[in-house]
């Protein structure tokens, strides 16, 4: 069984729309983060999110980017104006506790291409 | 910071043959964890081991942990072909209340030829 879904799998949009992407824990999770991944490239922490709010965020999260937790549930990542640049995977993961045991688990990511 | 560079970044053995990666990291840890990654998929933890451990097991991996030298690597035994994928070693870097970013390596791409 999945620790987490993602929404949508893929998504296509045009330079300087706005997109959401979804992150749909399973079960009860305390911390939630988002990373990046650029083509061919490493896995890039963007930003990471506990007790309703930003615990601590990388040079990448500027302000174009916002997180938040609408309904409790889901987990969101808005990208307020996309650049080409912003094309990657969008991996979001979640911890169950603050033992150090309680490991990430990755969802199966948004894949986004800006044109 | 902190930061995991695994080596070779490919790796082409031939099924039952052993594969090691290496991974080398910069400044002190807790611990030091890989995953693997299918081709386009999301990450899937495989094994974490602590600062005070030098070898863990799991299956047919087994990770070794040398903090002396700042490296550890991850040896899986009697390959199969569904072991092909990317191999990325993660260290993490705690923020406050418990939580942590994960610091990726660029990953060794193994493939295991049937």
């Known amino acids: 069984e999945p620790e987490v879904t993602q929404t949508p799998s893929h998504q296509v949009t045009q330079m300087g729309q706005e997109v959401i992407l979804r992150c749909v824990p399973i079960?009860?999770?305390?911390?939630f983060y988002w990373y990046r991944q650029i083509l061919g490239q490493k896995v890039e922490f963007l930003v990471s999110?506990?007790?309703?709010?930003?615990?601590?965020k990388s040079e990448i999260f500027d302000d174009q980017f916002s997180v938040e937790r609408p309904d409790g549930s889901n987990f969101t990542l808005k990208i307020r104006s996309t650049k080409l640049e912003d094309s990657a995977m969008y991996f979001c993961?979640?911890?169950?506790?603050?033992?150090?045991?309680?490991?990430?688990?990755f969802g199966p990511g948004t894949r986004l291409l800006v044109l | 910071s902190q930061q995991g560079e695994e080596d070779p970044q490919a790796l082409s053995i031939q099924e039952g043959e052993n594969a090691t990666m290496n991974c080398s990291y910069k400044?002190?840890?807790?611990?030091l964890q890989w995953y693997r990654q299918n081709s386009g998929r999301g990450l899937v933890h495989l094994i974490l081991?602590?600062?005070?451990?030098r070898e863990k097991h799991s299956g047919r991996l087994r990770v070794t942990l040398d903090t002396s030298k700042k490296s550890s690597s991850l040896l899986i035994t009697a390959s199969r072909a569904a072991d092909t994928a990317s191999y990325f070693c993660?260290?993490?870097?705690?923020?406050?209340?418990?939580?942590?970013?994960?610091?990726f390596g660029k990953g060794t791409k193994l493939s295991v030829i049937p």
């Open positions: 993961a979640l911890r169950r506790g603050a033992s150090e045991k309680e490991t990430q688990y």
């Open positions: 079960s009860n999770h305390l911390y």
């Open positions: 999110f506990y007790n309703n709010e930003i615990s601590e």
């Open positions: 400044t002190s840890i807790n611990n």
């Open positions: 081991i602590r600062s005070n451990e």
């Open positions: 993660a260290t993490p870097t705690y923020s406050g209340a418990g939580s942590y970013q994960l610091t």
